[in-house]
């Protein structure tokens, strides 16, 4: 086809025409929003016979761009060849010859021009984000026609060096290939840590040679469905045969899979609270050294911490993380750290004669003594403490690094002494809360909390941090009580991992929800194609029930998004875009209506689903 006619197709096509059917046109709607775009004139026509083209002998390259060239067929269909040769109408890996300060280690430039597109980076990683940029300017949908690639020049680098997100494999057990999957979709939005929860009440997951009945024992518990707090406790005789756990093989290849992505696990060994799948393990770790069952999810009196008197469960520590050292080459370990309940240390005799040995205070005293402990075997084993804001009651350990979930100011006293900080505050990070109207999200974390995307889009890692310079970044974490499957994982994870993703990597001045909102739905067929479940929340308002003048009761619906046309019907029947449309003001209750049905529509079509509350409901919820 003349170069002509191409370029008159293409500009049809970018101005809402009709176009050239077959040539697939590609919009810039990324996240996270690079640092800075120039979009230029014309555009580069991806075709099968494009080439990718490497260094000569750098492996490290050639595997980013084998990834690139295995997504790239499974987003466009198009199989590329990789190339160390001379070659025109190419993409090029490139690694700078010297460095260019502004893009650090993990930025980079990706130039399209109508000749070939280049990459070009400090390190691999530069280009693996590079390639994450590129893949998502290319439609997805699998076509033989060539596809137009715009022509623009970009200069990206992050503003954050950690940007993680956590996924807890304990209260559920995810498989190998579920937990590859997930480091697989958050690399494609420049996520490059793995924040790996694998040990809590609910199963102990890593397989540890030197004390076999953590995953024998630890690893099992007894099959509950349904609504998690809830579950009865084991029946007599009842067998274990839920759970699962990764063997040392399995962390090796789950670790080698997320390094070639740029992505870094931490481990998480939560102690000495959360460790009931350790005591269920060895019953005599714990105060009360009772024998009890892995926790299901029930509601139990268990003694879930371990004894910080007891000299042997150092020793069975000191076996634990210098095997979880040799597996992860991660600097970091977590150890949690988190709502250890002192309870049990005030009663017991071995707890108070240590903190008589050591001159404690109180429990405080003595969970910073247990942190500061295990901190040593960190230290011995060449690994650094993390630990949830807790670590900080009684005294922080030196070269300690905070993770503030209670919102920041954990992080904030940390930061002002010296630590570092990752920032994961509940309010904007945490994943396993409610994102959208209760009535369809239903099962959020105990019914209390909820975190819409605009929510999560409002986090700000350093605010109201004195010394931002120790805030490494951030993270949105994961919490599986109420995720009882994969499917459910992404769907509480995507999209709001978007909006953090944003945060930590795109410069703070340029974030803006509604031109953040379009560049997400982007993403949504993205997801279609690569078959992951994700939330449309963002499309289904928020009900409520108001009392305005002469205490009258009324309803009104707050849209997460711009754009939307909200019909209703009180007579219990579906609400076309033939019914009452939603004004912006609060809409009277007619005598007798019980409920009330609502749903989105764009464009004179339903996109939101559809929402059915009971008006007492509503009602019931004014009072909180
Ligand atoms: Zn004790």
Request: hydrophobic share 35%.
């Amino acid at each position: 086809m003349p170069r002509l006619l191409i370029l008159i197709f293409f500009l049809c096509y970018w101005f809402g025409g009709k176009g050239n059917p077959t040539l697939q046109q590609s919009k810039l709607s990324l996240v996270p929003q690079p640092v800075e775009i120039k979009v230029q004139n014309g555009i580069f026509l991806l075709s099968g016979k494009t080439m990718i083209s490497v260094p000569v002998g750098n492996n490290e390259i050639r595997e980013v761009a084998k990834l690139f060239a295995d997504e790239l067929a499974s987003v466009s269909g198009k199989k590329l060849e990789i190339t160390s040769g001379e070659t025109k109408q190419a993409i090029e890996f490139k690694l700078n010859t010297q460095a260019n300060p502004v893009l650090g280690d993990e930025g980079y430039t990706l130039s399209v021009s109508k000749r070939n597109i280049s990459i070009s980076a400090n390190k691999p990683a530069g280009l693996f984000y590079g390639a994450q940029t590129l893949l998502q300017m290319v439609p997805p949908v699998s076509t033989t026609a060539p596809i137009a690639i715009a022509a623009v020049q970009i200069t990206d680098y992050p503003r954050f060096a950690w940007r993680g997100l956590m996924l807890d494999v304990s209260r559920h057990f995810f498989t190998k290939n579920e937990v590859k999957r997930y480091i697989d979709q958050m690399s494609k939005y420049k996520y490059n840590i793995f924040h790996w929860h694998l040990t809590d009440n609910q199963g102990w997951r890593i397989e540890i040679k030197g004390l076999p009945r953590l995953t024998e024992v630890g690893a099992w518990r007894v099959p509950r469905t349904g609504s998690f707090g809830a579950f009865a406790p084991p029946a007599e005789g009842e067998e274990n045969t839920d759970g699962g756990f990764y063997t040392q093989d399995d962390i090796r290849e789950i670790v080698k899979y997320a390094q070639d992505r740029f992505v870094t696990i931490v481990p998480e060994i939560d102690v000495p609270g959360h460790s009931l799948a350790f005591i269920a393990s060895y019953p005599e770790s714990s105060c009360t050294q009772r024998q009890y069952p892995v926790n299901a999810g029930f509601g139990t009196d268990a003694d879930v911490v371990l004894c910080a008197g007891n000299e042997d469960n150092f020793k069975k520590l000191e076996i634990v993380f210098s095997e979880v050292a040799s597996l992860f080459p991660c600097k970091y370990i977590h150890i949690g750290g988190d709502e250890a309940d002192k309870a049990f240390w005030k009663k017991c005799p071995q707890c108070q004669e240590r903190m008589k040995a050591e001159n404690l205070k109180n429990e405080e005293e003595l969970q910073s003594y247990f942190i500061k402990r295990v901190s040593k075997i960190l230290a011995a084993n060449g690994k650094k403490l993390i630990g949830w804001d807790e670590i900080l009651e009684g005294g922080l350990a030196d070269d300690a690094t905070v993770m503030s979930w209670r919102g920041t100011e954990g992080g904030n006293t940390a930061a002002k002494t010296g630590h570092h900080v990752i920032m994961t505050p509940n309010q904007y990070c945490y994943l396993d809360h409610t994102q959208g109207e209760n009535v369809i999200e239903r099962y959020g974390i105990l019914f209390c909390c909820f975190m819409r995307m605009r929510e999560a889009y409002k986090f700000e890692p350093t605010e109201g941090v004195d010394n931002p310079s120790y805030v490494l970044g951030g993270q949105g974490n994961l919490w599986t009580e109420m995720v009882p499957n994969y499917r459910r994982a992404e769907y509480m994870t995507w999209p709001r991992a978007l909006a953090l993703a944003e945060t930590l990597w795109s410069p703070k001045a340029d974030r803006s929800w509604d031109e953040f909102v379009p560049r997400v739905e982007a993403q949504f067929p993205r997801f279609d194609q690569a078959e992951v479940n994700y939330a449309t929340s963002i499309y289904d308002p928020d009900i409520a029930m108001v009392k305005v003048e002469n205490d009258e009761l009324k309803i009104v619906f707050t849209p997460e998004i711009k754009g939307l046309d909200i019909y209703y019907s009180f007579d219990c029947t579906f609400p076309d875009k033939f019914y009452p449309k939603y004004q912006d003001k609060p809409i009277d209750i007619p005598k007798g209506a019980s409920e009330i049905w609502a749903i989105s529509y764009r464009n004179g079509k339903p996109i939101g689903r559809l929402l059915v509350i009971r008006l007492d409901e509503l009602k019931a919820r004014m009072g909180k």
